[in-house]
């Protein structure tokens, strides 16, 4: 079963599919989000957030002050500023 993946900023949804591993950077460190990941929340540090589709291909975003949210296989990047960089 993959991830459900979403990523906003503050005014549009920059990205949403289906990822089999999601990678952020947070205040605590770099953490890995796999299927089965126990719920999270957590600040991003900024930088990078990257997805990896189901089907392998990779999708990076640059993601600026905000959290990561994970609860039930979804997860959930919200940040006051974030770009498609690939």
Do not use: C, Y
């Amino acid at each position: 079963m993959p991830l459900n993946v979403s990523v906003v900023s503050a005014d549009e949804q920059i990205w949403a599919g289906e990822a089999s591993m999601v990678v952020a950077r947070t205040t605590e460190g770099e953490i890995g989000i796999l299927t089965g990941h126990t719920p999270l929340l957590a600040i991003l540090a900024g930088g990078e957030v990257r997805v990896t589709q189901t089907g392998g291909r990779k999708i990076v975003v640059n993601a600026q002050d905000g959290f990561v949210s994970v609860d039930h296989d979804t997860v959930t990047v919200v940040a006051r500023a974030a770009e498609l960089v690939s």
